[in-house]
DNA sequence: CTTAGGG
DNA sequence: CCCTAAG
């Protein structure tokens, strides 16, 4: 039905290289009923939220509704006539130019109230985890691995704004220098798996939720065509499924049809369909262990995608999703509590997305809009049309990222919650509890504090997810410290099990030998300290204990002053909360203290208002012996102070001071 | 990013 | 503990 000759390319694709970019993009769940129940009306659409300039682009999922195999069967003869009309419609250069083209707009009829600029095609699939557009500058500075960043022509995305939010691989073999549009071979491929019967049957049935009473909502699988990246088929991956049940390999769906339950082609759909929250929401302790139910079905072992970068969660702000994959079956929907069945061995959380990107595509007709045009789109398409916010991907993807490093490095429960609390009103019904129930937590306390912190004092910077104190004009700085992406999860991380982030981490810790870490972490370290000059302020304060003062010594002993990431590296690796910095003030105020106690012993007495930790006499000495072993850079002031201030304190008393305890720092 | 240093 | 400058 389709040409398999290379792919002419138009005079547009001369000089706008092309590619498809394949952004994964997970919708929040979607209301729906139970299984094989509605999707819902609004499924068909979607938006994706690229970045400013262009907040939203509208998709259409499914051009002419949804239709079923057979309507669309049907409807074919209906709707090459309706394309041929909006073909001639069609500006002159992308209909003359490129058959293969219109063929592939003619094979993905729909209604073009979509609108995209006119040369480009969006395309969408999935269970709406997966949106791939085809309409791309190629970029090809940022050519990594196969992979090329892009950008949308018409400057509806700059190219830097879809680093990490999309990336895109040409569909074709270069030739000439430029990009071709995928091509048909790829196109035909796909189809013909798809039309498979055995497929057809198990996908529209269990999947594609054909056959039910509301297919006609249903996306029809004819209306999908694969752009199926091959290379992203590692070799120990072997067997790839991509979201919405779309399939990029024949050998894999062979093997999965063959012999495999329709229960294991669930677990396929739902891995491939769950959406990053609901993928990582869930119960397996050691969540990263596991076995898929079936031999046949070893899909998920030793596949490594970077969910980060390349899955994007979506939510939309009218609360109607077009997720298919949650109207599909969700793990939480369909599946029972054995879900651990689909498990995944050795998942690597840098492997996730090509899970998720898979793409089906379609041609998104075009109406030549403009970006500017956009922003008027809500009322120029119908409501089943989703919005997508945007900076949605920012929001939504970054939280994951430090969720899978949480999860991997805890190798414990750690719950995801804290997802868009607007699909809680959506979800009505019991398999929307169950969700919600898993994928919502009540946030941490600390995260509540922080929150509210936000309200009241908007624009802090964020040490984790920590606000700090506004000072100084730098606010965009985000992110200040190696170990930040471990602590950005404190909002995501739930409190049942871990409370805060500090949990979390003594999770982490767990693994190490018992630490004291642990012992303490339950002491509430962050506390809201008044100021009296700028009101609230908070304030991490997590009281050093004597084994972490001794450890401290011991690395400063060891490395000497101001190694302190690698003394930090070396003794605190546990106390991810102990950062270099931390070390430092920490060693600074010992020696402080230690000159401190020093003359309190000598000169003044016992002023001694200090409620923090009393260290031991030998403690301190020992830092003394430190510090003339290791000389704190300029650690003068308090001496220069105590003296400038009191000249009592003057260097004969220093110097006729007691003993071989006498400090030497300076100098 | 790491360290030093002021606050 | 926070923040920033400097390298």
Same mark, same amino acid.
């Given at each position: 039905?389709?040409?398999?000759?290379?792919?002419?390319?138009?005079?547009?694709?001369?000089?706008?290289?092309?590619?498809?970019?394949?952004?994964?993009?997970?919708?929040?769940?979607?209301?729906?009923? +139970?299984?094989?129940?509605?999707? $819902?009306?609004?499924?068909?659409?979607?938006? @994706?939220?690229?970045?400013?300039?262009?907040?939203?682009?509208?998709?259409?999922?499914?051009?002419?509704?949804?239709?079923?195999?057979?309507?669309?069967?049907?409807?074919?003869?209906?709707?090459?006539?309706?394309?041929?009309?909006?073909? /001639?419609?069609?500006?002159?250069? /992308? &209909?003359?130019?490129?058959?293969?083209?219109?063929?592939?707009?003619? %094979?993905? $009829? %729909?209604?073009? &109230?979509?609108?995209?600029?006119?040369?480009?095609?969006?395309?969408?699939?999935?269970?709406?985890?997966?949106?791939?557009?085809?309409?791309?500058?190629?970029? =090809?500075?940022?050519?990594?691995?196969?992979?090329?960043?892009?950008?949308?022509?018409?400057?509806?995305?700059?190219?830097?704004?879809?680093?990490?939010?999309?990336?895109?691989?040409?569909?074709?073999?270069?030739?000439?220098?430029?990009?071709?549009? /995928?091509?048909?071979?790829?196109?035909?491929?796909?189809?013909?798996?798809?039309?498979?019967?055995?497929? #057809?049957?198990?996908?529209?049935?269990?999947?594609?939720?054909?056959?039910?009473?509301?297919?006609?909502?249903?996306?029809?699988?004819?209306?999908?065509?694969?752009?199926?990246? *091959?290379?992203?088929?590692?070799?120990?991956?072997?067997?790839?499924?991509?979201?919405? /049940?779309?399939?990029?390999?024949?050998?894999?769906?062979?093997?999965?049809?063959?012999?495999?339950?329709?229960?294991?082609?669930?677990?396929?759909?739902?891995?491939?369909?769950?959406?990053?929250?609901?993928?990582?929401?869930?119960?397996?302790?050691?969540?990263?262990?596991?076995?898929?139910?079936?031999?046949?079905?070893?899909?998920?072992?030793?596949?490594?995608?970077?969910?980060?970068?390349?899955?994007?969660?979506?939510?939309?702000?009218?609360?109607?999703?077009?997720?298919?994959?949650?109207?599909?079956? &969700?793990? *939480?929907?369909?599946?029972? $509590?054995?879900?651990?069945? *689909?498990?995944?061995?050795?998942?690597?959380?840098?492997?996730?997305?090509?899970?998720?990107? &898979?793409?089906?595509?379609?041609?998104?007709?075009?109406?030549?809009?403009? +970006?500017?045009?956009?922003?008027?789109?809500?009322?120029?398409?119908?409501?089943?049309?989703?919005?997508?916010?945007?900076?949605?991907?920012?929001?939504?993807?970054?939280?994951?990222?430090?969720?899978?490093?949480?999860?991997?490095?805890?190798? =414990?429960?750690?719950?995801?919650?804290?997802?868009?609390?607007?699909?809680?009103?959506?979800?009505?019904?019991?398999?929307?509890?169950?969700?919600?129930?898993?994928?919502?937590?009540?946030?941490?306390?600390?995260?509540?504090?922080?929150?509210?912190?936000?309200?009241?004092?908007?624009?802090?910077?964020?040490?984790?997810?920590?606000?700090?104190?506004?000072?100084?004009?730098?606010?965009?700085?985000?992110?200040? =410290?190696?170990?930040?992406?471990?602590?950005?999860?404190?909002?995501?991380?739930?409190?049942?099990?871990?409370?805060?982030?500090?949990?979390?981490?003594?999770?982490?810790?767990?693994?190490?030998?018992?630490?004291?870490?642990?012992?303490?972490?339950?002491?509430?370290?962050? =506390?809201?300290?008044?100021?009296?000059?700028?009101?609230?302020? %908070?304030?991490?304060?997590?009281?050093?204990?004597? +084994?972490?003062?001794?450890?401290?010594?011991?690395?400063?002993?060891?490395?000497?002053?101001?190694?302190?990431?690698?003394?930090?590296?070396?003794?605190?690796?546990?106390?991810?909360?102990?950062?270099?910095?931390?070390?430092?003030?920490?060693?600074?105020?010992?020696?402080?203290?230690?000159?401190?106690?020093?003359?309190?012993?000598?000169?003044?007495?016992?002023?001694?208002?200090?409620?923090?930790?009393?260290?031991?006499?030998?403690?301190?000495?020992?830092?003394? #012996?430190?510090?003339?072993?290791?000389?704190? $850079?300029?650690?003068?002031?308090?001496?220069?102070?105590?003296?400038?201030?009191?000249?009592?304190?003057?260097?004969?008393?220093?110097?006729?001071?007691?003993?071989?305890?006498? @400090?030497?720092?300076?100098?």
């Amino acid at each position: 039905m389709i040409d398999k000759k290379p792919l002419p390319h138009s005079p547009v694709a001369r000089d706008i290289e092309r590619a498809t970019v394949v952004a994964s993009v997970s919708l929040p769940s979607t209301p729906r009923g +139970p299984l094989g129940k509605a999707l $819902p009306s609004t499924c068909h659409h979607a938006s @994706l939220c690229l970045s400013d300039p262009s907040p939203i682009i509208p998709i259409r999922l499914s051009p002419t509704g949804l239709e079923s195999v057979a309507e669309a069967k049907q409807s074919k003869a209906n709707a090459a006539q309706s394309r041929a009309k909006a073909n /001639a419609e069609r500006a002159p250069s /992308a &209909s003359s130019s490129s058959p293969s083209r219109l063929r592939r707009f003619a %094979r993905f $009829p %729909r209604r073009s &109230s979509a609108s995209i600029a006119s040369t480009s095609r969006i395309g969408g699939t999935t269970n709406c985890t997966s949106i791939f557009m085809e309409i791309v500058e190629v970029v =090809r500075d940022d050519c990594k691995d196969g992979m090329v960043k892009c950008a949308i022509e018409d400057g509806w995305v700059k190219p830097s704004m879809c680093q990490n939010n999309f990336t895109c691989k040409p569909v074709q073999d270069e030739i000439h220098g430029v990009l071709f549009p /995928a091509s048909e071979d790829e196109t035909m491929e796909v189809e013909h798996l798809l039309l498979e019967p055995q497929i #057809e049957k198990d996908l529209s049935n269990n999947i594609m939720l054909m056959g039910s009473e509301h297919s006609k909502e249903c996306l029809a699988i004819e209306d999908f065509t694969f752009a199926v990246d *091959y290379t992203d088929c590692k070799a120990d991956f072997g067997k790839i499924y991509s979201d919405a /049940a779309l399939i990029q390999k024949h050998e894999f769906v062979d093997s999965m049809l063959q012999g495999v339950n329709e229960g294991n082609l669930h677990g396929q759909s739902n891995f491939c369909s769950i959406c990053p929250e609901l993928f990582w929401d869930n119960d397996c302790a050691e969540s990263l262990e596991v076995k898929c139910a079936s031999q046949n079905t070893s899909c998920i072992r030793n596949f490594r995608s970077d969910l980060r970068t390349k899955s994007i969660g979506i939510h939309s702000d009218a609360g109607e999703f077009s997720d298919l994959s949650n109207a599909l079956n &969700s793990p *939480y929907d369909a599946a029972t $509590p054995d879900r651990d069945a *689909y498990l995944f061995d050795d998942v690597s959380t840098n492997q996730l997305p090509d899970v998720f990107r &898979s793409s089906l595509g379609w041609d998104a007709s075009v109406e030549g809009k403009h +970006p500017s045009q956009c922003s008027s789109m809500p009322n120029e398409i119908d409501d089943e049309t989703i919005w997508i916010p945007k900076n949605l991907f920012e929001e939504v993807s970054s939280p994951f990222g430090s969720i899978f490093d949480t999860t991997k490095l805890c190798g =414990r429960d750690v719950r995801v919650g804290n997802f868009s609390e607007a699909h809680k009103t959506h979800l009505g019904d019991e398999d929307s509890a169950v969700i919600t129930n898993k994928r919502l937590r009540k946030p941490t306390r600390r995260y509540i504090e922080e929150t509210s912190d936000l309200k009241s004092r908007c624009c802090r910077e964020t040490r984790g997810l920590v606000i700090q104190k506004q000072r100084g004009l730098h606010a965009s700085r985000v992110q200040r =410290r190696k170990n930040a992406a471990v602590m950005g999860n404190e909002t995501i991380i739930s409190k049942d099990e871990f409370l805060t982030v500090d949990e979390s981490r003594a999770t982490y810790a767990l693994r190490f030998p018992k630490s004291e870490l642990r012992n303490n972490a339950s002491e509430d370290w962050t =506390r809201t300290v008044r100021n009296e000059k700028s009101g609230i302020r %908070r304030k991490h304060h997590r009281l050093w204990t004597l +084994p972490e003062v001794m450890k401290l010594i011991e690395g400063v002993s060891h490395y000497g002053v101001g190694r302190w990431t690698d003394i930090k590296r070396l003794l605190f690796a546990t106390s991810a909360f102990r950062t270099s910095v931390d070390l430092k003030d920490k060693w600074r105020n010992l020696l402080r203290a230690s000159a401190a106690q020093l003359h309190d012993r000598k000169q003044v007495g016992p002023h001694k208002k200090h409620v923090t930790l009393p260290i031991p006499q030998y403690v301190m000495r020992r830092i003394r #012996e430190l510090s003339a072993i290791h000389p704190y $850079p300029r650690e003068r002031k308090p001496r220069a102070l105590l003296i400038s201030s009191n000249p009592v304190f003057s260097r004969s008393n220093d110097n006729s001071s007691s003993g071989d305890d006498e @400090l030497t720092e300076e100098t």
